[in-house]
């Protein structure tokens, strides 16, 4: 893998919320380790106009409020440069270039450009056009190409996108963002499965009865109804970050830790998903739209209130699905996933449950024991709890959940690298395993299309839950009907285990 961390990082979309809450920071964070070497530069690239100061100046701002004040922040900021342009126009390309030039000549760059589009979709294809035709892409380092979400808004559009894009970059070249593989638990995954003897024998249909993968939000939708009304959780939440959790899950052991080897195990999950079509669509699926409601003792409106969104809107803030893989490891296990916004509390966790032993001598009718889980904590808190039973000191022979748990809050969070920082260091060491490669994104697409095409041409019972809970009825019944209950996630929460 290279390691040449020489590079020009363009950032389109430089004066954008994403750039100043994320990669600003993120940047001075590998830059305060020693992760970026003497011969980086960035130049910040946006419609509005600013002089070089008056961008450097955002940075350090954006920086302070994320970091608190910095002695060495005039020396990063010195690194940064800024372009108006015009994402449509040639010329701006033009002087683009010959700006990248310069730059690249100042610091001995090598030619390595990393082009980051951290802005409006639609822009994205014309923008890797432009770097083409206009010789952004000549150069003699390396190029890459490192691109938000979403891709895309269905396979047509994704499938579109990708086209214009590789007429620039090769897949090798394309780092598609999907941000929670920058987490770190998420990433942790792989190591939990594939480094723990007691774990991986285990991982499988004959010893797991269901798996539980909750994303949920407080927050609504904020500022982005615009957006989130042609987007909806399946599109927003679903298709990407949802879909690559179950493949983290369920994937077989890679033969080795290389890129290729791990993303082709990942593509095998995506193609053995089970397709749901048609009728299928509502025995597999909840979709729900929030209502006025309380959170945190705040009176908070319905999603048809907030700004910039249809009073009479039938988009999905919140899904929960069974999702089924269809493989000798998964058959019959069912994988259910849940994410919304103005639930209960801000929780992403993983609850591994596994099936009951086969005669459990501890069984008193009035107190049922049980099963094991394993709950992998993704945030806030980041840590794993292994639910064992175990003798109820001082009694008889009662049982009793006990509950091990490692809590990263503490001894690692400290020094845990956030996620953006971890994918900008990824993409400028040439690393494309966390990154989305196409095929992951057009089998998902495939996925979730089957499902919004049903959910389009019927218009939903909306509002259908309050905000401050965890959903609407539907979605506890889509597990009752299987004989399981979602974990309840507070409950769960690793500082609350002993
Ligand atoms: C983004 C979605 O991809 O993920 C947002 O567009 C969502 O709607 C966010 O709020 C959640 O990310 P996190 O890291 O806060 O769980």
Same mark, same amino acid.
């Given at each position: 893998?290279? /390691?040449?961390?020489?590079?020009?990082?363009?950032?389109?979309?430089?004066?954008?919320?994403?750039?100043?809450?994320?990669?600003?920071?993120?940047?001075?964070?590998?830059?305060?380790?020693?992760?970026? *070497?003497?011969?980086?530069?960035?130049?910040?690239?946006?419609?509005?106009?600013?002089?070089?100061?008056?961008?450097?100046? *955002?940075?350090?701002? #954006?920086?302070?409020?994320?970091?608190?004040?910095?002695? $060495?922040?005039?020396?990063?900021?010195?690194?940064?440069?800024?372009?108006?342009?015009?994402?449509?126009?040639?010329?701006?390309?033009?002087?683009?270039?010959?700006?990248?030039?310069?730059?690249?000549?100042?610091?001995?760059?090598?030619?390595?450009?990393?082009?980051?589009?951290?802005?409006?979709?639609?822009?994205?294809?014309?923008? %890797?056009?432009?770097?083409?035709?206009?010789?952004?892409?000549?150069?003699?380092?390396?190029?890459?190409?490192?691109?938000?979400?979403?891709?895309?808004?269905?396979?047509? #559009?994704?499938?579109?996108?990708?086209?214009?894009?590789?007429?620039?970059?090769?897949?090798?070249?394309?780092?598609?963002?999907?941000?929670?593989?920058?987490?770190?638990?998420?990433?942790?995954?792989?190591?939990?499965?594939?480094?723990?003897?007691?774990?991986?024998?285990?991982?499988?249909?004959?010893?797991?009865?269901?798996?539980?993968?909750?994303?949920?939000?407080?927050?609504?939708?904020?500022?982005?109804?615009?957006?989130?009304?042609?987007?909806?959780?399946?599109?927003?939440?679903?298709?990407?970050?949802?879909?690559?959790?179950?493949?983290?899950?369920?994937?077989?052991?890679?033969?080795?830790?290389?890129?290729?080897?791990?993303?082709?195990?990942?593509?095998?999950?995506?193609?053995?998903?089970?397709?749901?079509?048609?009728?299928?669509?509502?025995?597999?699926?909840?979709?729900?739209?929030?209502?006025?409601?309380?959170?945190?003792?705040?009176?908070?409106?319905?999603?048809?209130?907030?700004?910039?969104?249809?009073?009479? *809107?039938?988009?999905?803030?919140?899904?929960?699905?069974?999702?089924?893989? $269809?493989?000798?490891?998964? %058959?019959?296990?069912?994988?259910?996933?849940?994410?919304?916004?103005?639930?209960?509390?801000?929780? @992403?966790?993983?609850?591994?449950?596994? +099936?009951?032993?086969?005669?459990?001598?501890?069984?008193?009718?009035?107190?049922?024991?049980?099963?094991?889980?394993?709950?992998?904590?993704? /945030?806030?808190?980041?840590?794993?709890?292994?639910?064992?039973?175990?003798?109820?000191?001082?009694?008889?022979? $009662?049982?009793?959940?006990?509950?091990?748990?490692? #809590?990263?809050?503490?001894?690692?969070?400290?020094?845990?690298?956030?996620?953006?920082?971890?994918?900008?260091?990824? =993409?400028?060491?040439?690393?494309?395993?966390?990154? @989305?490669?196409?095929?992951?994104?057009?089998?998902?697409?495939?996925?979730?299309?089957?499902?919004?095409?049903?959910?389009?041409?019927? +218009?939903?019972?909306?509002?259908?839950?309050? *905000?401050?809970?965890?959903?609407? $009825?539907?979605?506890? /019944?889509?597990?009752?009907?299987?004989?399981?209950?979602?974990?309840?996630?507070?409950?769960?929460?690793?500082?609350? =285990?002993?």
């Amino acid at each position: 893998m290279e /390691q040449n961390m020489t590079s020009l990082i363009m950032i389109f979309g430089a004066t954008g919320d994403l750039a100043k809450r994320k990669l600003f920071p993120s940047l001075y964070r590998l830059f305060e380790r020693g992760k970026l *070497s003497e011969r980086f530069a960035v130049i910040g690239v946006g419609r509005r106009t600013l002089s070089n100061d008056e961008f450097q100046q *955002s940075i350090k701002d #954006s920086v302070t409020s994320a970091l608190g004040e910095k002695d $060495d922040i005039e020396e990063f900021v010195r690194h940064f440069y800024y372009q108006s342009h015009d994402v449509a126009d040639s010329n701006s390309y033009s002087a683009l270039k010959k700006l990248a030039d310069e730059v690249d000549e100042h610091y001995q760059l090598e030619g390595n450009r990393i082009f980051y589009l951290a802005m409006a979709p639609e822009f994205f294809g014309p923008i %890797a056009l432009h770097l083409k035709s206009d010789g952004l892409t000549d150069v003699k380092g390396y190029k890459r190409l490192v691109i938000e979400k979403p891709f895309g808004h269905d396979l047509a #559009s994704a499938k579109e996108l990708n086209h214009q894009i590789r007429t620039a970059f090769s897949e090798e070249e394309i780092y598609r963002i999907d941000h929670y593989l920058g987490k770190e638990m998420v990433r942790n995954i792989e190591v939990i499965r594939f480094a723990n003897a007691i774990f991986e024998p285990l991982w499988n249909n004959r010893y797991i009865s269901n798996i539980q993968v909750t994303s949920s939000e407080s927050l609504g939708v904020e500022e982005r109804g615009r957006y989130y009304e042609t987007s909806g959780a399946l599109r927003d939440m679903l298709q990407n970050h949802m879909l690559q959790m179950v493949a983290l899950l369920a994937m077989e052991p890679p033969i080795s830790l290389t890129t290729d080897e791990i993303r082709s195990e990942k593509v095998r999950v995506f193609r053995s998903l089970r397709t749901i079509e048609g009728d299928e669509v509502k025995d597999y699926f909840v979709r729900g739209q929030y209502d006025a409601g309380t959170i945190n003792g705040k009176q908070v409106p319905k999603y048809r209130d907030e700004p910039m969104v249809d009073q009479e *809107s039938n988009t999905e803030t919140f899904v929960a699905g069974k999702v089924m893989i $269809d493989n000798f490891r998964w %058959a019959g296990v069912p994988f259910y996933i849940r994410t919304g916004k103005r639930m209960e509390t801000k929780s @992403t966790k993983i609850v591994i449950q596994f +099936k009951d032993i086969p005669m459990n001598l501890y069984y008193q009718p009035e107190k049922m024991l049980n099963p094991n889980l394993l709950v992998i904590h993704i /945030q806030p808190e980041e840590g794993i709890t292994l639910h064992l039973n175990a003798k109820h000191a001082g009694g008889h022979l $009662d049982a009793q959940t006990v509950k091990l748990s490692f #809590s990263n809050t503490g001894t690692n969070a400290m020094n845990t690298p956030e996620g953006y920082e971890k994918l900008l260091y990824d =993409c400028m060491r040439g690393d494309a395993t966390n990154f @989305t490669h196409w095929d992951e994104v057009a089998y998902s697409w495939a996925f979730v299309d089957k499902i919004s095409n049903v959910w389009a041409k019927e +218009k939903a019972d909306f509002p259908n839950y309050n *905000s401050g809970t965890m959903g609407p $009825d539907a979605a506890d /019944q889509l597990l009752e009907k299987d004989g399981f209950f979602w974990w309840p996630v507070t409950d769960l929460d690793v500082d609350t =285990c002993k």
